[in-house]
């Protein structure tokens, strides 16, 4: 009864149908009324369209449900059972829905398999002749049925075609634009199918096509730091969510287990009061198993138990609801199955840190959830490429500076090298104040605070910023914001701070206590302020924030009451909160990138790019010299090959010993299928092959996905 008034309301009236046709120098919009049918993509067509099938379909399943499952999703219907009684259900379908719908069912456009019956038995059991059939499997309701290698084709075609999207996605010019696509859209594209499917097992065929997509998908993110090498560790922290300080990725073998067990737990939640019959197919897969369980339920059990290894709080999660308890969905359980196990892989890694400053900025980093998941849909919420591979490089724990060598690297401003305070992490560059550090001063803080101003605005607050001779004594100091209130209230002042985690006095706390860089310079302020503005009655307020974008305390609070003063709605006020959060996110993101860019530490080696005379061992090797990247070198060095002794070929005879791999030099050159050069190439792993992955047979599944209503082709 609820639904007949929303689509009178949208189908009650004509509608207006534009056709538009530019010619040379003009446009020319013709304007048709559409009386008949739903408009194009419209939800409530496909709604109707069910609601009108459904009386049919339940009369279908009252005199074939005892002997057949029948499955329907819009107007792609299923039918599972004994070939003779799944062609007779069949027929009646056609005829149920030539009589109701005044439609017309297509065989040419309906498939039937079955593993065990040939095509002669399928075709005798009453299946028509023009409907096609297959002994490998079919796809039904958009998941692959049927052999194991019909399961991994499918599998392998689906992945191809992410990974022709991920080549695709590569070509995009903003960076920032590629990581949000990546992780909102093209990440998701492989979940439902994963959520119907076991693709856990680390050695099946469907595995090994996962190995692929999650080769891909590194090699996409390797494109965000192209100085540098996505090794184990960093790419490990990429696929933590951003709320764990990662970036969000997730990967084919770690979607796998808690998607198909979500999917199994709900259809054992739901799917027996349906259909009792199925109740034992859908046992508890961390109980006693049978002698022999189903596929799905071994699948189930498999899953189960790699999750367990990892944290055994997975059980309780999975477990079914109690008696009036509603089912939670298949997307909740999963989400809730992943972050405890994320939680678990999260600790582990911070363990196996080795220094404080990997520590201490993986604290801060996960504190930070806003940067990587704002999306650059302004100007406010966008990083440029350069900054982005910044923050990403940051983010990830990696180097900034553009050469690996093993050759010493200078501050270029204040000529300090590795080792006496400069750092390839970018914190240098943060703190060296040799020539006042104008950047930071001017592209970190100032653009920070005047994002907080802007916010006091927008909710109504009276705010001005850098309000001179606001205190009555002496100081000369002056605020970043001044929020006024009532003459019979004080006012709030509030001064804003930057805070580095990777600074030496704070660095050794951070790597065990979550912001204490941020604690540590909003006391400094509290020190230098509270007691001057306390003095005259008004209240003071420290706005602290790490450079990896997390918030002080204090800072959260002023923004909560910010957002409580907006009114509006529950939601409304958390849209408030997540937006201008992203804003300050990506502000400081973009400050801490811009003062980092222009002040990279520089590399002194002679050495770097590559130059001919480390090829002197190998014969008629002639490599063309290269542009320099970098300053020039301030103290003469020389790189570590070159200071040792290198074997000399004769000129008369063929080189034919070769150092080691690890006597090489860092900074060689790998050549393939050149005849001159040495194959020291390292060989490609081998293929593996695998063995099919056994499916039980026995019963016909039919598909018909083309309707002919009306005289309009659906479908």
């Given at each position: 009864?609820?639904?007949?008034p929303?689509?009178?309301?949208r189908y009650?009236?004509?509608?207006?149908?534009?056709?538009?046709e530019a010619?040379a120098?003009?446009?020319?919009?013709e304007?048709?009324?559409?009386?008949v049918?739903?408009a194009?993509g419209?939800?409530l067509?496909?709604?109707s369209y069910?609601l009108a099938?459904?009386p049919?379909?339940?009369?279908?399943h009252?005199?074939y449900?005892d002997?057949?499952?029948i499955v329907a999703?819009?107007?792609?219907v299923t039918i599972i059972?004994?070939?003779?009684d799944?062609a007779?259900?069949?027929?009646?379908?056609c005829?149920?829905?030539a009589?109701?719908?005044?439609?017309?069912l297509?065989?040419d456009?309906?498939?039937?398999?079955?593993?065990?019956?040939?095509e002669?038995e399928?075709r005798?059991?009453?299946?028509p002749?023009?409907?096609s059939?297959t002994?490998?499997?079919?796809?039904?309701v958009?998941s692959p049925v049927g052999?194991?290698?019909?399961?991994a084709k499918?599998?392998?075609?689906?992945i191809d075609?992410?990974?022709?999207?991920?080549e695709?996605?590569?070509?995009?010019?903003?960076?920032?634009?590629?990581?949000?696509?990546?992780q909102?859209s093209?990440l998701?594209?492989?979940?439902?199918l994963?959520?119907?499917?076991?693709?856990?097992?680390p050695?099946?065929q469907?595995?090994?096509?996962?190995?692929?997509y999650?080769?891909?998908?590194r090699?996409?993110?390797?494109?965000?730091?192209?100085?540098?090498?996505l090794?184990d560790?960093?790419?490990?922290?990429?696929?933590?969510p951003t709320?764990l300080g990662g970036?969000?990725?997730?990967?084919?073998?770690e979607?796998?287990d808690?998607?198909f067990?979500?999917?199994?737990a709900?259809?054992r939640?739901t799917?027996?009061?349906f259909?009792p019959?199925?109740?034992?197919?859908?046992?508890d897969?961390f109980?006693?198993l049978?002698?022999?369980?189903?596929?799905?339920l071994?699948?189930?059990a498999?899953?189960?138990a790699?999750?367990?290894?990892?944290h055994p709080?997975v059980?309780e999660?999975?477990?079914?609801?109690?008696?009036?308890e509603r089912?939670?969905?298949?997307?909740?359980?999963?989400k809730r199955t992943?972050?405890?196990?994320?939680?678990?892989?999260?600790r582990?890694?911070?363990?196996s840190?080795?220094?404080t400053r990997?520590?201490?900025y993986?604290?801060s980093?996960?504190q930070?959830?806003?940067?990587?998941?704002?999306?650059p849909?302004s100007?406010d919420?966008?990083?440029?490429?350069d900054y982005?591979t910044?923050s990403?490089?940051?983010r990830?724990?990696?180097?900034i500076?553009t050469c690996n060598?093993?050759?010493?690297?200078i501050?270029?401003?204040c000529?300090?090298?590795v080792?006496?305070?400069?750092?390839?992490?970018g914190?240098?560059?943060?703190?060296c104040?040799?020539?006042?550090?104008?950047?930071r001063r001017?592209?970190?803080h100032?653009?920070?605070?005047?994002v907080?101003?802007?916010?006091?605005k927008?909710v109504?607050?009276?705010?001005?910023?850098?309000v001179?001779n606001?205190?009555l004594c002496?100081?000369?100091?002056?605020?970043d914001i001044?929020?006024?209130?009532s003459?019979?209230?004080?006012?709030?002042v509030i001064?804003?701070i930057?805070?580095?985690?990777?600074?030496s006095?704070?660095?050794e706390?951070?790597?065990?206590?979550?912001?204490?860089?941020a604690?540590a310079?909003?006391?400094t302020?509290c020190?230098n302020?509270a007691?001057?503005?306390?003095?005259?009655?008004d209240t003071f307020?420290?706005l602290a924030a790490?450079?990896?974008?997390?918030?002080?305390?204090?800072?959260?609070?002023?923004?909560?009451?910010?957002s409580?003063?907006?009114?509006g709605t529950?939601?409304e006020r958390q849209?408030?909160?997540t937006?201008w959060?992203?804003?300050m996110?990506i502000?400081?993101?973009?400050?801490v990138?811009?003062v980092?860019?222009q002040?990279?530490p520089?590399?002194?080696g002679a050495?770097?790019?590559?130059?001919p005379?480390?090829?002197?061992?190998?014969?008629?090797a002639?490599?063309?010299p290269?542009?320099?990247q970098?300053?020039?070198m301030r103290?003469?060095?020389?790189?570590?090959?070159?200071?040792q002794?290198?074997?000399?070929?004769?000129?008369?005879?063929?080189?034919?010993?070769y150092?080691d791999?690890?006597?090489l030099?860092d900074?060689?050159l790998a050549?393939?299928?050149a005849?001159d050069?040495p194959?020291?190439a390292?060989?490609a792993q081998?293929?593996q092959?695998l063995?099919d992955?056994p499916?039980?047979?026995?019963?016909?599944?039919?598909?018909?996905?083309?309707?002919f209503?009306?005289?309009?082709?659906?479908g």
């Amino acid at each position: 009864p609820s639904f007949p008034p929303p689509i009178r309301a949208r189908y009650g009236d004509p509608g207006d149908v534009l056709f538009v046709e530019a010619g040379a120098g003009s446009c020319l919009v013709e304007t048709i009324q559409s009386t008949v049918g739903s408009a194009q993509g419209c939800t409530l067509g496909s709604l109707s369209y069910c609601l009108a099938q459904q009386p049919i379909l339940e009369r279908l399943h009252e005199e074939y449900g005892d002997r057949c499952l029948i499955v329907a999703y819009c107007d792609d219907v299923t039918i599972i059972g004994p070939a003779a009684d799944a062609a007779a259900c069949y027929k009646r379908w056609c005829a149920l829905y030539a009589s109701f719908l005044e439609g017309e069912l297509r065989d040419d456009k309906g498939h039937a398999f079955s593993l065990t019956l040939t095509e002669a038995e399928a075709r005798a059991a009453g299946i028509p002749e023009s409907m096609s059939f297959t002994n490998e499997g079919l796809r039904v309701v958009g998941s692959p049925v049927g052999t194991g290698d019909f399961v991994a084709k499918y599998v392998g075609e689906q992945i191809d075609g992410v990974i022709g999207a991920f080549e695709t996605l590569a070509r995009m010019p903003l960076l920032h634009a590629q990581h949000s696509i990546l992780q909102k859209s093209l990440l998701t594209k492989m979940t439902y199918l994963q959520r119907t499917l076991a693709t856990g097992a680390p050695f099946s065929q469907v595995a090994a096509h996962g190995r692929r997509y999650d080769a891909a998908l590194r090699s996409l993110v390797q494109g965000f730091v192209p100085h540098t090498h996505l090794h184990d560790q960093a790419w490990r922290v990429a696929t933590f969510p951003t709320s764990l300080g990662g970036l969000g990725y997730r990967t084919f073998a770690e979607v796998a287990d808690p998607a198909f067990l979500a999917s199994y737990a709900h259809a054992r939640a739901t799917l027996p009061a349906f259909f009792p019959w199925l109740a034992d197919a859908l046992a508890d897969p961390f109980g006693p198993l049978p002698p022999s369980p189903g596929s799905m339920l071994a699948a189930a059990a498999d899953a189960g138990a790699r999750l367990r290894r990892i944290h055994p709080g997975v059980e309780e999660l999975l477990r079914p609801p109690s008696a009036g308890e509603r089912a939670s969905s298949a997307h909740h359980i999963q989400k809730r199955t992943s972050a405890l196990v994320a939680d678990e892989h999260a600790r582990l890694f911070f363990q196996s840190l080795s220094t404080t400053r990997e520590k201490a900025y993986t604290l801060s980093f996960r504190q930070d959830s806003h940067t990587f998941s704002a999306m650059p849909t302004s100007p406010d919420l966008t990083l440029s490429s350069d900054y982005f591979t910044i923050s990403v490089s940051r983010r990830l724990l990696l180097k900034i500076t553009t050469c690996n060598c093993e050759a010493s690297k200078i501050c270029i401003v204040c000529n300090k090298s590795v080792g006496c305070g400069v750092d390839e992490w970018g914190d240098h560059s943060l703190l060296c104040m040799k020539d006042s550090n104008a950047g930071r001063r001017v592209d970190w803080h100032d653009e920070n605070y005047r994002v907080w101003l802007r916010m006091f605005k927008r909710v109504g607050w009276d705010a001005k910023a850098e309000v001179s001779n606001h205190l009555l004594c002496d100081s000369n100091k002056r605020p970043d914001i001044v929020i006024f209130k009532s003459l019979a209230g004080g006012d709030i002042v509030i001064d804003y701070i930057t805070c580095v985690v990777g600074k030496s006095d704070v660095v050794e706390l951070a790597a065990t206590t979550p912001l204490h860089a941020a604690d540590a310079g909003a006391t400094t302020k509290c020190n230098n302020w509270a007691h001057l503005v306390q003095l005259q009655g008004d209240t003071f307020l420290p706005l602290a924030a790490e450079d990896t974008g997390a918030l002080h305390e204090e800072a959260l609070d002023l923004l909560a009451s910010a957002s409580s003063a907006l009114g509006g709605t529950a939601g409304e006020r958390q849209a408030f909160l997540t937006y201008w959060r992203q804003v300050m996110a990506i502000t400081t993101a973009r400050g801490v990138a811009k003062v980092i860019k222009q002040r990279v530490p520089a590399c002194t080696g002679a050495h770097w790019p590559v130059q001919p005379h480390h090829f002197q061992h190998v014969q008629d090797a002639v490599v063309p010299p290269q542009p320099r990247q970098h300053l020039p070198m301030r103290q003469p060095q020389t790189c570590m090959p070159c200071n040792q002794d290198q074997p000399v070929a004769d000129p008369e005879v063929r080189v034919c010993h070769y150092p080691d791999v690890l006597d090489l030099p860092d900074c060689a050159l790998a050549a393939q299928d050149a005849p001159d050069l040495p194959d020291c190439a390292l060989a490609a792993q081998g293929a593996q092959h695998l063995p099919d992955s056994p499916v039980a047979g026995g019963v016909l599944y039919m598909n018909n996905d083309g309707v002919f209503a009306g005289g309009r082709a659906s479908g």
